[in-house]
């Protein structure tokens, strides 16, 4: 789209607009707010190798996924899928190059307007979400003949009770942000204007902390979803060797003692 955009002398479209707030905190924003932000291939691979650059990045801590518009993303391009892509071809990094894209480093969801099918899926895809007040959620693909591949019928019922996920996944129906939220499926739920705002103060507080102690607890939460307790235990004695070879195990308590701001290792 840009190559077309500059050989006819206009301005070129990003569809996806990145950048660094700071060193540590990286932001992707959707910017097709004219396709309610819906996904396609152009979308896809640019969010995969911007999440790429973030997790090879020693200084970036965490990101923020957000959109243009008053939709934060429709999910998936059904203008382009009915012009005949082959959904059974898999993208990197799954659905948006994100949903099943491996990282080390968390992500927080601004949403900054309602999500269907794979715009929800992204959030559940997210560590952490910010929602704004009058937006809702939902997977609607049982509404189009299609199903939530995207994660959404993986992730839904290891989030929430079976009855209340299979009513969402069955239905297509919407939930709205208060009602998310009661569910524990976000964060925040603020005025539209304020959504970026409570996303980067969390981002803040992610970046403050040490990197090896938020990426390894990152791991082990998302290892106790799947692993039998004792496993986990085992897991959680051998990392203590991980932490002791840590700087920043030894940064952090000095820091304290010292009365200052840690330096973390950013290699750690």
């Known amino acids: 789209?840009?190559?077309?955009?500059?050989?006819?002398?206009?301005?070129?479209?990003?569809?996806?607009?990145?950048?660094y707030i700071g060193d540590h905190i990286a932001v992707a924003a959707f910017n097709r707010p004219e396709a309610r932000n819906a996904v396609n291939a152009e979308v896809a691979a640019e969010l995969h190798?911007?999440?790429?650059?973030?997790?090879a990045n020693p200084k970036a801590r965490v990101g923020i996924l957000t959109g243009n518009g008053p939709i934060f993303c429709a999910g998936a391009d059904l203008k382009e899928v009915s012009q005949g892509r082959d959904i059974r071809l898999p993208r990197l990094?799954?659905?948006?190059?994100f949903a099943n894209n491996p990282r080390a480093k968390p992500w927080?969801?601004?949403m900054n307007g309602s999500s269907y099918g794979g715009g929800t899926e992204l959030l559940l895809a997210c560590e952490l979400a910010v929602m704004a007040e009058g937006a809702v959620a939902a997977l609607?693909?049982?509404?189009?003949?299609?199903?939530?591949?995207?994660?959404g019928a993986i992730r839904l019922p290891r989030r929430l009770p079976p009855a209340i996920a299979n009513e969402i996944l069955l239905t297509g129906e919407p939930i709205k942000a208060q009602r998310a939220y009661e569910l524990g499926l976000v964060n925040r739920?603020?005025?539209?204007?304020?959504v970026m705002d409570e996303a980067i103060a969390l981002a803040e507080?992610?970046?403050e902390a040490s990197p090896f102690g938020v990426r390894t607890s990152l791991r082990l939460a998302r290892q106790t979803l799947d692993l039998p307790i004792d496993e986990m235990w085992r897991i959680?004695?051998?990392?203590l060797v991980e932490l002791y070879n840590s700087p920043d195990f030894r940064e952090g308590p000095r820091a304290f003692v010292e009365k200052r701001k840690p330096v973390w290792h950013e290699d750690s």
């Open 1 to 19: 789209m840009e190559r077309e955009a500059q050989a006819k002398g206009q301005a070129p479209q990003f569809v996806l607009l990145t950048s």
């Open 49 to 55: 190798a911007f999440v790429l650059a973030v997790e």
């Open 93 to 97: 990094g799954g659905f948006a190059g």
């Open 108 to 110: 927080i969801v601004a």
């Open 140 to 151: 609607s693909e049982v509404k189009r003949g299609l199903v939530p591949l995207g994660g």
């Open 189 to 194: 739920v603020v005025p539209a204007d304020r």
């Open 205 to 207: 507080k992610i970046a």
């Open 236 to 239: 959680n004695n051998e990392t």
